[in-house]
């Protein structure tokens, strides 16, 4: 069994800052790629930035220069700092990862329970 759990979900003004956690633990063997994705109400959940097992990094246009993923694999932990944060920033925050267990070795996707940011004009 695998949890994954997010922190750092805040109300906050435009133009400010957060930093987003997600620590993954239980039966972790190995983690590949972990993400962060963002559905804000009445819309459909989209990919906010990628990063593999190797730190090499992926964003979608709105938030590159903006939002910086990273992972610290000694804690199987995956973080999200946003700056210059904007109103359409505004949603909940899920982190995703591809995780292997110690006995079958097959890699399974992992959601956590999301984190609310809210961005205030």
């Known amino acids: 069994q695998v949890q994954l759990v997010e922190s750092g979900g805040d109300l906050v003004q435009a133009g400010g800052s957060l930093r987003l956690s997600c620590a993954a633990s239980?039966?972790?063997?190995?983690?590949?790629?972990m993400a962060w994705y963002r559905q804000a109400p009445g819309k459909q959940r989209e990919l906010v930035a990628t990063?593999?097992?190797?730190?090499?990094?992926n964003y979608r246009d709105s938030v590159k220069g903006r939002f910086t993923i990273s992972r610290d694999n000694a804690k199987n932990t995956v973080y999200l700092q946003m700056n210059s944060l904007k109103p359409e920033d505004t949603a909940v925050y899920y982190c995703?990862?591809?995780?292997?267990?110690?006995?079958?070795?097959?890699?399974?996707?992992?959601w956590g329970q999301g984190t609310q940011v809210t961005v205030s004009s």
């Open positions: 995703n990862a591809q995780i292997a267990g110690y006995k079958s070795r097959d890699y399974y996707s992992y």
């Open positions: 239980g039966n972790i063997f190995s983690i590949n790629a």
């Open positions: 990063i593999t097992s190797d730190s090499s990094t």
